[in-house]
């Protein structure tokens, strides 16, 4: 029998904004223990929540583009449960009335044609604190609490269970990843827990409406990872059900190391969160009016730039495709293009050049000494005549090593191309006469020759000689010869 | 006159004149808890600080710079946070936490140079009608030590009856300061939900607690009130809105007002003397040219049912911070983490704590919400509609306070569902978000106080206070 998956998507995006949800402590990573906190995070007696409305304004950019519906009223709820990382012994949360629903998200499948997968809600929560256990200076029977991350504004984004592929999945949290990076309200990274992806899977004899029994899938630290643990959960499940078995629905954390998804140590009672509504906050209120803000402030987004470069800038898809990816690649680009008439000749050196420094040297775009006013220069110079496209490349590699201008680089290292005929007349004589043979062989019609001459006339002006003026120069002469 | 009888409305003129000085004030309040300890009214005294602060204000006094409330001697229920002292809430899971900062309330009321002398006993996690949840135990009524002050905050108003200290805080979330005021004969004020912040009161029910004075005279409410009110910050639920000059409606007729007698608040489990008290009081205010119109608020039968669901279900969650885990108490020898909360919690919490948890846990459980918590909700706003049509025909309701006067200790401490009608009258202005107040109108034949309730539109304590201050002038010939 042919299963086909069913996979649904929640995804936590932890917010950059500067201060935690309810209270004014800085959310900075990477802070020594416990010392991001207050009375309020660390849920001490007697103190209230007051929400950051900064979350809310993130919460209205997201919700904008994923093309949700903003709930003009939304409420918190208290999800409780026991933890020692969890403060007050409930997380404040959303559950009835999100802050925003049916929002949609366009994903692409190599091979494939792009397609909508639907989202239930994206909604505000807190985020909790970390147990240590495992780490050197832990004890065995102990586990310490960091309460820093306690208060981490989060959105978490649930998606409807439209996924019939791990690749899909993947795809889908590429484009979110690349949404949340362009809007400025998330890192993204999900190797360090910023960007968080839980999966529900379950499979279902190809044809047949109902859904089996899902599975849960956490700890799933990458991309990558979550389409691993996506590929051995479906195989596991189809397997268990071929041989006549069936799934239980339980939790699964994903093991990088090993390859392997197993069972959390399971509970015997399911989970009762006991929602209910907060009593310590007023509802979110959203007007028209600060929706319309936020939208004002928000940046150009992945697909209509991309659909941009190639109208404006005539560049072709896949130019405009690999340019769009990174928000800071794409600002580099314009940047740089904005001076230089040959939009595709920018196009070329930031997706050859520029792209190949940022991964040899691990760099952000920010820290590139070579800024995008430095390479239209060294554009520009190319379209002038004033250096070859190979001395540009050398150029280029100088001015991102030094950060030095490249008109500086160029005077100071002579790379000025020789364009001037009578400059390069000697050259040329010389090197007709130190090749009879050639020249011989040109005049009895070998026209390839003259590639061979050209490179003679180039080594021995080590490069800076325009090839054009060679060209036009080498014929002219040759031509002489002949007549 | 002893000193310690007067109230601060009048303490404060003989403190403007140097007739008195705050640190002999302090000193003749800290010798009075001395001989009142076994009422049992304070969990912790501050001597030392509070000798400091009357210096400090002595000084101001004398320079002419001194607060509003300049040497008001003023005690805090232990459960409003007051910066670097123990904040137990009355129990043993919280007997050893110091709160690291002040309430809002506190912030402003040292602002206005009150001098605080300690914190106040009361019943557990303000849950019980009688004050004998307190793993400090019992309070006693200064009246008569056979019987309870009421609760939850019974050592504000036994300090304050028994002239331990001259004003007190509590905090009222079915009735917390009115029935204690009533059995102590002290005025007592929860005012309109969101008035005064909520931040740094240890909460039990969200969404019904409020802070509030506990006085020897209208007076003094009406001054608290005005320096307590207004909009924070820190609480999203308080209100911004106008905060009134409540001293004004002092020494007011209540000529054309018109008076409410729920009908409902005079049935079955009434006491006669209470009832008589009541009636009497109605009288007063007709013969001084009020005009009294009986109302019906239709839905009261269910007032206690819906709030031991609403504020139960609340607590539950309000409470799961106290696990053991962070501070507060912790068992020793834990074994593992389910160890350390069962535990912690069952030997942390008493018995009525632990009743009213587990209450609420069952309200919020899956299968269970839609019955209790949802549909006790949908009665809170039926009730709220039945204040909102009364106040169409009049300004203000008087009521019964309680059902009875001051009851023996031990008397109702095995049967909770008696001990919860203690109530009654009180928890729909809680779950209304309403103003009201219990002013000492009249005694029984055991010469019990008896207090009379006043409740207000919202924001409108101003009313309740003209009457409230009315009464309290032609009550003592009355009783």
Sequence with gaps: ?483 | MDLVELDFFTTREKLATREINCKELFETYLQRIDKGAHLNAFISVFPENGRKRADEIDRKLASGKAGKLAGMILGVKDLISVRDELTTCGSKILSNFVSPYDATVIRKLNAEDVIIIGKMNMDEFAMGSSNENSFFGAVKNPLDVDRVPGGSSGGSAAAVAGNLCMTALGSDTGGSIRQPASFCGVVGLKPTYGRISRFGLVAYASSLDQIGPVTKSVADTALLLEVMSGGDKLDSTSAHVAVQKFTAALGQDVKGLKIGLPKEYFSEGLDRQVADAVSLSADILKSAGAEIIEVSLPHTEYAIATYYILATAEASSNLARYDGARYGYRVPDVVDLEDMYVRSRTEGFGAEVQRRIMLGTYVLSAGYYEAYYRKAQKVRTLIKHDFERAFQTVDCLLTPTAPTTAFKIGEKIDDPLTMYLSDVYTVSVNLAGLPGISVPFAQDGAGLPIGVQLIGKAFDEETIIRVADFLERNADSNS
């Design chain 1, 1 to 483: 029998m042919k299963y086909e998956p069913v996979i649904g998507l929640e995804v936590h995006i932890q917010l950059l904004t500067e201060s935690k949800i309810f209270c004014s402590c800085s959310t900075k990573f990477g802070a020594e223990q416990n010392t991001h906190v207050c009375p309020i995070c660390l849920g001490l007696p007697g103190v209230l929540p007051v929400l950051n409305e900064k979350v809310v304004e993130y919460a209205i950019k997201l919700a904008l583009a994923t093309n949700s519906r903003i709930n003009k009223r939304s409420i918190f709820a208290r999800k409780n449960y026991f933890y020692p990382d969890l403060p007050k012994g409930y997380q404040i949360s959303q559950f009835e009335e999100p802050f925003c629903e049916f929002g949609r998200i366009s994903i692409k499948v190599d091979g494939e044609k792009s397609r909508e997968i639907s989202l239930t809600r994206i909604h505000l929560e807190e985020d909790a604190g970390k147990s240590v256990h495992a780490e050197s200076f832990v004890s065995k029977d102990e586990t310490l609490v960091d309460v820093n991350r306690c208060g981490t504004p989060l959105l978490e984004i649930v998606s409807e269970p439209d996924f019939r592929t791990p690749k899909e999945a993947a795809a889908y949290l590429t484009r979110l990843r690349q949404i949340v990076r362009y809007l400025g309200v998330c890192d993204g990274n999900m190797e360090e827990g910023s960007m968080r992806c839980d999966a529900n899977i379950s499979v279902r004899p190809q044809g047949q409406e109902k859904l089996g029994v899902k599975t849960e899938l956490k700890n799933m630290n990458s991309i990558s990872s979550v389409e691993k643990a996506l590929d051995f959960e479906i195989e596991r499940q189809i397997s268990v059900l071929s041989e006549g078995g069936s799934i239980s629905q339980e939790t699964l954390l994903w093991d990088a190391n090993r390859n392997v998804a197993e069972p959390m140590r399971s509970k015997e009672y399911s989970d009762d969160y006991r929602y209910f509504p907060e009593p310590d906050l007023v509802p979110v209120e959203v007007n028209e009016d600060w929706i319309d803000r936020v939208s004002q402030s928000m940046p150009e987004l992945p697909l209509a730039k991309k659909q941009r470069f190639v109208q404006e800038f005539a560049l072709p898809e896949y130019d405009a495709q690999v340019l769009s990816e990174d928000r800071a690649i794409a600002d580099y680009f314009e940047t740089a293009a904005q001076k230089v008439a040959d939009k595709k000749a920018v196009s070329n050196m930031v997706m050859g050049e520029v792209l190949r420094v940022i991964k040899e040297q691990q760099l952000h775009v920010k820290d590139l000494k070579i800024t995008p006013e430095y390479l239209s220069e060294i554009i520009n110079m190319i379209d002038e005549g004033a250096i070859s496209r190979n001395i540009a490349k050398k150029v280029f590699n100088r001015v991102a090593e030094t950060g030095t201008a490249p008109r500086v680089i160029v005077q100071q290292e002579g790379l000025l191309q020789i364009s001037d005929t009578s400059a390069l007349e000697a050259t040329l004589d010389q090197v007709l006469q130190e090749n009879p043979n050639e020249v011989q062989a040109f005049l009895n019609g070998k026209e390839k020759v003259i590639g061979f001459l050209m490179g003679q006339v180039m080594r021995a002006t080590s490069g800076k000689a325009n090839p054009r003026s060679v060209n036009a120069l080498l014929r002219k002469k040759l031509a002489d010869l002949k007549s």
